[in-house]
């Protein structure tokens, strides 16, 4: 599956030069100019994502994919694709974005060419970094000299599959996978190397073999030390492409600045991004400085001052968040809470009458992603996440101004999974109190997912149970909604250990957290008639369950048919509109329901997807309700269905049953006819966890 950038680019266009036409996009219309230069064609310019929407938030960034690659053209031959032609097509998008001057950035084979351009135009240049370069200042590394590119060999092991021949004859998905490995050699860089590999798919070995025949003309690299701006060289001490040599002799040649990311490979903006992006924000603004406005508050004048991050998948971290957040009140009345959300968490928020924080408008949105990325009832959970990483590292990032902006004692993540993960990636950065709260533990492979998604789950454990044992201090408190026996009787992985037994461990647990007192609720307060039987049903949140909304709305007739005096109301939360949906006799349609969980305690039937929150609502509320698990949502699938077990809780349907009209009748008609017999939900879910929180005030 494609994946859906974070940002939509603020300008967009071609420009032709000597009928060749290049790609262009620019992202952010305020401050200094930065040019994230294209590298080695066989990745197109989205190798900076990670890079862009942090940036783009304080510069003008543009980004181009180079000759070969993304939105540009394929010509064919070596000529096209020497130094010079990337240098005359970086002016040529500087002229065509009417960018006087800028902030070069380039990565490996960029960086060359961003010291040719600062050359052939210094007044253009206001600085340049250079990340991995490949400037042949320094010699191949020894285990790359003893195969030539043009020569047939008869081993293709190793380095012997950098070869044109190789490439030729069936071997260039084999050298991808080779190539991209030493790239990332960091441990844990599935992502990355997966990325590469398919925009390495793009530009085929006929055009990739230009590129590199094209390497044999170049500039003496001496010369392209001779640049007069100030210069930042970052450089994996492992680079297994390019040795850290040549980043040291660059440095010294251009009397430039010199940053070793020790135990990193070639690309440490992709596989450090957060490092990477606030090297490159203190480099740009130290060449290109701007006024500041700050204030700082003395130290015992501070207010007391909370920052609770929310996740916005769903809206039922957000009631659970408030009902938490206001028994933490109740310890320190004189504690402010600040909430950094997106939408539709921030719409409880406001509602609830909560502060939140103006860098939530920054925010990219999360649900925006899911929704691109869902099927028809079919969301890949795991990989879903996986495709959000450059979301995921710029919401990171505007995380990190916040907090570096204004003091907090204490930041409290409820499945925030982006400041957990880069604040283990990132130690450094952690200057308050911190807690984790999650309601499940352990990434999980769908069954048709295979070994190879087995294999990457597990390595995603594996990262996180590392990190947890290196850098334990990070979290003063990890919270668990729930109780041990809810957790899934799994393992994380061959050779790891059960994920009962290491969140047994690793984890306080508060109970289940619902946010309201759990009780039936007279329908009739809330506008229904007393008479009849009503079927609320729900989607939750994002608008992913669009598709279930409409296989209900097919069964209503069958349904009304075998219980006639069955209404429905259908909820379609805030991110899908009413009016998409078709008008049912017997159906009303209503959009976000600031109370739906008292909508659902006044119903004698409930429809809803596989999330926790919903489904654990109707078990405490004691409603029948029935549940169809989003298909390879494995949190659904697994750890919200064996909680569901546990509470003997709910009706489970696959997607393909629900899609049955008369099936589904049957089934509403059947469950109407279920007298509960669920395990109590414990009510003070809320206190415990606010407890748990309170002494790191």
């Given at each position: ?475 003063d408190r990890s919270v668990f909604v729930g109780d041990p026996d809810d957790i899934v009787d799994a393992s994380f992985g061959p050779g790891l250990p059960g994920i009962r037994e290491w969140t047994e461990r690793n984890f306080d647990f508060a109970g289940y957290v619902t946010g309201f007192v759990p009780e039936r609720v007279d329908r009739t307060t809330l506008g229904y008639p007393a008479d009849g039987l009503l079927c609320v049903v729900t989607v939750g949140g994002s608008g992913v369950g669009s598709s279930l909304l409409h296989r209900v709305l097919d069964a209503i007739p069958a349904a009304r048919r075998l219980v006639p005096e069955l209404n429905f109301v259908v909820v379609t939360g805030p991110r899908i509109d009413p009016n998409s949906l078709p008008s049912i006799p017997g159906a009303t349609l209503r959009g976000y329901l600031p109370d739906l969980h008292r909508h659902l305690a006044a119903a004698d039937l409930a429809i809803t997807q596989g999330g926790l929150t919903t489904c654990m609502e109707l078990t405490a509320a004691r409603v029948p309700f029935i549940y169809v698990p989003l298909q390879h949502h494995f949190e659904q699938n697994f750890h919200v269905a064996a909680r569901l077990d546990r509470y003997n809780a709910g009706h489970r349907l696959t997607y393909a049953e629900a899609s049955d009209p008369t099936h589904l009748a049957e ?31």
């Open positions: 599956m494609t994946q859906r950038p974070a940002l939509t680019p603020d300008l967009q266009g071609t420009v032709e030069r000597d009928g060749m036409t290049i790609g262009y996009a620019v992202h952010g219309t305020e401050g200094p100019a930065v040019l994230l230069l294209p590298t080695w064609s066989i990745v197109p310019s989205r190798m900076w994502k990670a890079q862009v929407p942090y940036l783009s938030r304080r510069y003008r960034v543009i980004t181009f994919d180079g000759r070969g690659s993304g939105q540009s053209d394929r010509p064919v031959g070596p000529d096209a694709y020497n130094d010079s032609q990337f240098v005359a097509d970086a002016l040529a998008v500087l002229d065509a974005t009417e960018t006087e001057s800028c902030v070069l950035v380039g990565f490996s084979r960029g960086c060359p060419w961003a010291l040719q351009l600062a050359l052939e135009q210094p007044e253009r240049v206001l600085g340049i970094v250079c990340i991995g370069p490949a400037t042949r200042l320094a010699p191949k590394l020894e285990e790359r000299t003893q195969w030539t590119f043009h020569q047939r060999h008869e081993s293709t092991e190793g380095w012997a599959k950098y070869n044109r021949y190789h490439w030729l004859e069936g071997g260039y998905d084999d050298f991808l996978e080779y190539f991209f490995a030493q790239l990332f050699n960091e441990p844990h860089s599935t992502k990355q190397i997966e990325d590469c590999i398919g925009w390495g798919g793009e530009i085929g070995p006929e055009r990739l073999v230009d590129t590199e025949l094209a390497r044999e003309v170049h500039q003496p690299p001496e010369l392209l030390t001779k640049v007069t701006c100030p210069v930042l060289v970052i450089h994996g001490e492992q680079d297994a492409i390019r040795p850290h040599l040549e980043g040291v002799m660059l440095a010294e040649a251009t009397g430039g600045s010199l940053v070793t990311v020790e135990g990193g490979g070639h690309a440490p903006h992709a596989r450090d991004p957060v490092m990477v992006n606030r090297l490159l924000r203190d480099f740009i603004d130290r060449v290109a400085p701007r006024p500041v406005r700050r204030t700082w508050v003395r130290a015992m004048s501070r207010p007391k001052r909370a920052l609770y991050l929310s996740s916005p998948i769903g809206l039922g971290h957000a009631r659970r968040d408030l009902a938490i957040a206001q028994e933490l009140r109740t310890h320190h009345p004189d504690l402010q809470i600040d909430w950094l959300a997106q939408h539709p968490v921030t719409r409880v928020l406001d509602d609830a009458g909560e502060t939140v924080h103006p860098a939530s408008s920054y925010l990219c949105n999360e649900s925006t992603h899911i929704e691109y990325d869902a099927g028809e009832h079919d969301l890949h959970a795991f990989q879903t996440i996986r495709r959000m990483d450059e979301v995921l590292v710029a919401n990171f990032l505007t995380f990190a101004d916040v907090v570096a902006e204004r003091p907090y004692d204490l930041v409290i993540g409820d499945e925030a999974w982006e400041v957990d993960y880069f604040l283990h990636e990132n130690p450094e950065l952690k200057r308050f109190a911190y807690a984790w709260m999650t309601d499940f533990v352990g990434w999980l492979p769908m069954p048709d997912g295979g070994d190879r998604e087995a294999r990457l789950t597990a390595d995603y454990n594996a990262e996180m149970i590392e990190h947890r044992a290196r850098f334990g201090r990070v979290r089934t509403i008609a059947k469950a109407l006819n279920t007298e509960p017999d669920y395990r109590p939900v414990e009510s003070d879910g809320a206190a415990r966890a606010a407890r748990l929180l309170a002494d790191l005030l």
